[in-house]
Structures are given as C-alpha cells and as structure tokens.
C-alpha cells in the first residue's frame, strides 16, 4: 500500500512537473514573441549564414586609444568641444570605459573597450516606433539615419549606454571636410547613431567576393577598429564558423559578457583579465 | 468689383509663380550641349563607352568628359549641329553636364554591382535611350526606393536596410 502511494505521489508530482514545464514554456513563447516584436527581435539565421561578432581580450588591451580614433575617422563622427563633453554629448561610437580600484599607493586601473555589444535579442530595436533600428539576418543591429524620428527611445533602451543622440548638426575643422568617408553618410541633427560594425566594409567585401567568383573568406571584412588594434586584442569574425578565431575565442574560459544577466545576448564577448 | 479684382490678382499670383517654378525646373536641367542619344548608339556606341564609370567598375556610371567626346569630334568634324561639343573640345574645358539621375546621400548604389556583376541592363532604370532624339532634362524612369525594393524582391536579393543604406 505504503509503495501504491509512494508511486501515485510520484505519479502526480512527476504530472505537475510537467505542467508546469508545460505551463513556464508557454509563458516563454508568449513571452519571446510579444506584440510589436514581429520581425524586429531574434530571427533564426538561415543556414549558411554569417554571424559577425567580436572578441576583445582585456589582458591584450593596453586602452592605447588607436580603436576609438580609428572608428571616429571610418565613421565620420564630428570632434566635439569641450561644451558638449560638459554635458555628456560627445559621440563616440567606440568608447573606452575607465574605471579604477583601489587607493593610492596602490591604483589599478582597469579599462574596457566598448562598442555596440551587438545584441542577439537587442532591446533596443524592440522599442523603435518606425523599424529605423532593427537586427538583420547576420546579427548586425542596423540603424537607418533617415528613418529615425529621434523619440530616443532605443537610447534609453540600451543597457549599454551605446546608442548617441545627435543634439546639434555635427561639425569639422575645415581641413578635415575634405577626408570623410564616402561610404558613411553625415548624420543630420534629431537621429541616433550607433557601431554598425562598419558593415559598409562587408558591402564592399561581398562585392570584392562576387567580382572575384569567390566565396567571402574569413578576414574579408574587418571593423576599423579590430584592423587598427595594434595589441590584437580585438577579433572579428563569424561566429557561425568553427574555425574562426572569434568563435573559438567566445568559448574560451576567460570569456564573458557585459551585464549577461539581461538576457540580451550580445555578440561582443570579453576575455577576463588577469586570469 | 473688389471681390474680381482679388480673384484676378491671386490668379495672376498663382500663374506667376506656377510659371518661376516651371521655368526653374527645365531652366536647371538644361543641358549645355544637345546630345542625341539615338544618333550616337545607331552610330554603335555602347552605353559604357562615354559613360566610363561602368567599365572602369565604379560605383558611378559618370558623365563624359571631354576627352571622350574629343575622341570623334575633332577639329575636322564640319557638322554644323555639333558646333557646341566642338567649342568645349577646341577649348578643352570640361562639359557642365546637368545631373538627373540623383541618389540621396543616405543611399549607396552601385553601378558595379548592378550593371557590372549583376549584368542588368541599362534601360531597366534609364530607359530605352536608342529612340531618345532630345538631350536628358528629367529622368526617364522615377527612382524611388519602392522601386529598388520591388525589383530586388523579384530578383530574389536582399532587401536588409543595410545593404544600400549609409
């Protein structure tokens, strides 16, 4: 008798388990595809398809700066004055975040470089009123500057801090005028900006692949920034490609990412230093 | 009579600017030499022949120079009607050609990717140009970005934002 109702609790909580399971399941599928999400959260990549994503080693970055200069000049980003770096409105699509422990005599200072983390499931894109940001189907999240209506939703949406707010018209030196990159455009006043991980580069890169007759090979397109970095501390590359440098450095141990709790899934891993 | 002669002043308002606008809108594609299309491609000109950009694998098809029409139009040439192009030869200025095939500048198009690897031909955005007399003032065919987007449906591309957005 005692084992009769030993088997038939099991029976009922092994039933409950699996309603619940059931039940937590279906929450999540709701949940993944919430109204308003069509087309702008995750998509599953066709197969074959490129994932672009970036390893950056902490333990090579020597915080040289060499990355956040190259991005600037690639992307056409207006200087700034000391005004607006007052008031936090400088853009940098490629910051360098310090920060610092302890006390003298003893400071460390440890710093991180930070572009777009590019996000499998960005938050950003979900709260964009007019799809002027959006993931496309290699993982890169786009943001279209003549689409955008600058509500800065997707500003306050990013948990990373890594979408800039255009509050005036950008200006340059007049020497500099002549140097823009034509592949960039200018962004105007009212729109956001982000790292596009110079995906104007793969469109020159596809375009050199399908004039040779050759498929798009691994170091093809490169973001300024991972070209630049003199300590090779940033790797680019498809993460859908096993034998690429990227995909096997974000399994690496030491790897993490950025506030992984969040659930955004940003394809930007680091590699922990000191470890 | 105060209401007429309100109504005659706004008409004539209305006609005075309809008229600036009009005059505005050919006077600014005029082109400076009176190029007949026809002529030169019944003559066996290819497209990419004057317009060097598409050969050469540039992302701008490109108007002549001046020297590709001095490569004909030398100072032999007696035909009365091409006096003009002979004056920007003679002198070696180069031919102000009116643009009017314009891409918005948050748009990168590229002529090597559709006419140099894509093999599209010409005429599908500029029209059937072998039976065009009178010189280029408005575009044959309205680009619109519904337009780019339809085809590249059709042809089975892409149409990611990205991938002609800047």
Redesign the interface.
């Given at each position: 008798m005692e084992s009769l109702t030993t088997s038939r609790n099991g029976f009922l909580r092994g039933l409950l388990g699996t309603l619940g399971v059931f039940l937590l399941s279906g929450i999540g599928k709701a949940w993944g595809t919430a109204p308003g999400d069509a087309g702008h959260g995750k998509r599953p990549l066709k197969p074959g398809e490129h994932r672009w994503g970036m390893v950056i080693d902490l333990d090579k970055c020597t915080g040289c700066g060499s990355c956040v200069v190259a991005c600037s000049t690639e992307n056409n980003l207006a200087l700034g004055n000391p005004q607006e770096a007052a008031m936090g409105r400088i853009i940098r699509w490629l910051k360098i975040l310090p920060s610092q422990e302890g006390e003298f005599p003893a400071p460390k200072q440890r710093l991180l470089p930070m572009p777009c983390q590019q996000c499998d499931t960005p938050p950003c894109t979900k709260v964009c009123p007019v799809y002027a940001t959006f993931r496309n189907e290699e993982g890169i999240v786009g943001q279209v500057y003549s689409r955008c209506i600058g509500c800065r939703y997707c500003l306050n949406a990013c948990p990373y801090t890594c979408k800039d707010f255009n509050w005036k018209a950008p200006v340059w030196p007049k020497e500099m005028q002549a140097s823009f990159n034509p592949d960039v455009s200018i962004r105007p006043k009212g729109v956001v900006e982000k790292c596009l991980f110079c995906h104007h580069r793969l469109q020159r890169a596809k375009e050199e692949a399908v004039a040779e007759g050759r498929p798009l090979r691994e170091n093809d397109y490169q973001p300024a920034c991972a070209e630049i970095c003199p300590a090779k501390a940033i790797v680019f590359g498809d993460l859908n490609n096993n034998d690429s440098d990227a995909a096997n450095l974000s399994k690496d141990p030491r790897a993490f990412h950025l506030l992984e709790e969040l659930g955004a899934e940003p394809k930007v891993t680091y590699l922990k230093e000191g470890a | 009579m105060k209401d007429l002669a309100a109504a005659v002043l706004s008409l004539a308002f209305i006609g005075l600017v309809w008229l600036l606008l009009a005059g505005y809108q050919s006077g600014s594609k005029k082109q400076p030499v009176a190029y007949n299309h026809k002529k030169h491609i019944a003559l066996g000109l290819e497209c990419a022949g004057c317009h060097t950009g598409i050969a050469d694998?540039k992302a701008r098809g490109g108007l002549p120079t001046v020297e590709v029409c001095a490569a004909c139009h030398t100072s032999d040439d007696e035909n009365p009607r091409a006096k003009a192009v002979r004056d920007y030869v003679s002198a070696n200025k180069p031919i102000p050609w009116k643009k009017v095939y314009n891409v918005?500048?948050?748009v990168?198009f590229?002529h090597?990717?559709h006419v140099?690897?894509a093999k599209l031909d010409c005429a599908l955005c500029h029209g059937d140009m072998s039976k065009v007399e009178a010189p280029v003032t408005r575009q044959a065919v309205t680009i619109s970005m519904a337009r780019c987007m339809g085809c590249h449906h059709r042809m089975k591309v892409?149409n990611?934002?990205?991938?002609c957005?800047?």
């Open positions: - | 694998g918005p500048t948050h990168y590229s090597r990717r140099g690897l892409t990611d934002c990205l991938a957005h800047k």
